[in-house]
């Protein structure tokens, strides 16, 4: 019988223990809170014994004092955030005004302005990453091939560019966006594949995984300049899915076997990408196509004047291939001299 007691006792106190740990936790919760919370606030069925400023106890299950009072201030935290950032509603049927996304975890929206004060209006990019173009550099470069994978390179190339020309002749606008979204490839896969190398080795990567991912970003910037520029219809929605797919998995083969023939074969396509853009100023310039206002992403990203056209943003993308046809011709010579890209330190910031 004295053990049983004992037993019991023992029992008893364990059971008053938990409860008073679990007493104490709500009411922790609550002085942070600074609020009073009822009974049926927290989906609790039981009386309420005491309820002080900032504090509560509440007769019932002890499981669901922790969990109740949880979900009640997490609920009354978004409610605040959403009357704070959701004003009403000017009377007089004007338009509502744009709600912001709420957001329990408490990440505060980035405001972010212009030099000038006004408010920057771009998410996809932020004004230290724009950049004034170098216009000045050489055009006419090329790079004659003289080895085998050189050859193989070249001629890829030269053969991807007839099926373009037959499907849009000279309609400048929807060619330069189909081949921004093939451009914009490369980049990327060569550096997720630096990414991953550089976490198996435990080495650095002389950065030039920033500057592939740099090129990959700065290629889908063209693409969406473009986007303002030349509306794509349906079935060149339907030729770009196709040719990225394409793309993509045969140059991710292409730069595992070889890097030097991958990158080399981007300098190629950078090369012809300058061609295009030439004729693109040639047609401009004979009037064939109408020099319109430059879209206001391209002003931004470039910092061009408020007053450029379309000829001015096609120059300054041209440039831009430029850039990058000596990124790549550059990481090839790398290879073919049989050292790796992180000896050579990664022209980040070329434009």
Known sequence: M?????????????????????????????????????????????????????????????????????????????????????????????????????????????????????????????????????????????????????????????????????????????????????????????????????????????????TLLDEAENERMHLMTFMEVAKPKWYERALVIAVQGVFLNAYFIGYIISPKFAHRMVGYLEEEAIHSYTEFLKELDKGNIENVPAPSIAIDYWRLPPTATLRDVVLVVRADEAHHRDVNHFASDIHYQGRELKEAPAPIGYH
């Open 2 to 210: 004295m053990m049983a007691s004992r037993r019991g006792g023992a029992k008893l106190a364990g059971s008053m223990m938990l409860v008073s740990r679990s007493f104490s936790t709500a009411i922790s919760r609550g002085v942070i809170a600074k609020e009073a919370v009822t009974a049926e606030a927290v989906g609790f069925h039981g009386d309420v014994l005491r309820k002080n400023i900032g504090e509560f106890r509440v007769r019932g299950s002890v499981f669901g004092v922790r969990h109740g009072s949880t979900m009640s201030f997490g609920e009354k935290d978004q409610q605040k955030t959403e009357m704070k950032q959701t004003p009403p509603a000017a009377d007089g049927g004007g338009k509502e005004e744009k709600k912001e996304i709420a957001s329990y975890w408490g990440v505060p929206p980035s405001r972010v302005t212009k030099e000038d004060g006004t408010e920057w209006k771009w998410n996809c990019f932020r004004p230290w990453e724009t950049y004034s173009a170098d216009l000045s550099i050489d055009l006419k470069k090329h790079h004659l091939p003289a080895t085998f994978l050189d050859k193989i390179a070249f001629w890829t190339v030269k053969a991807l560019r007839l099926p373009t020309d037959l499907f849009f002749q000279r309609r400048y606008g929807c060619r330069a966006m189909m081949l921004e979204t093939v451009a914009a490839v490369p980049g990327m896969v060569g550096g997720m594949l630096l990414h991953c190398k550089s976490l198996r080795r435990f080495e650095q990567s002389g950065g030039w995984i920033k």
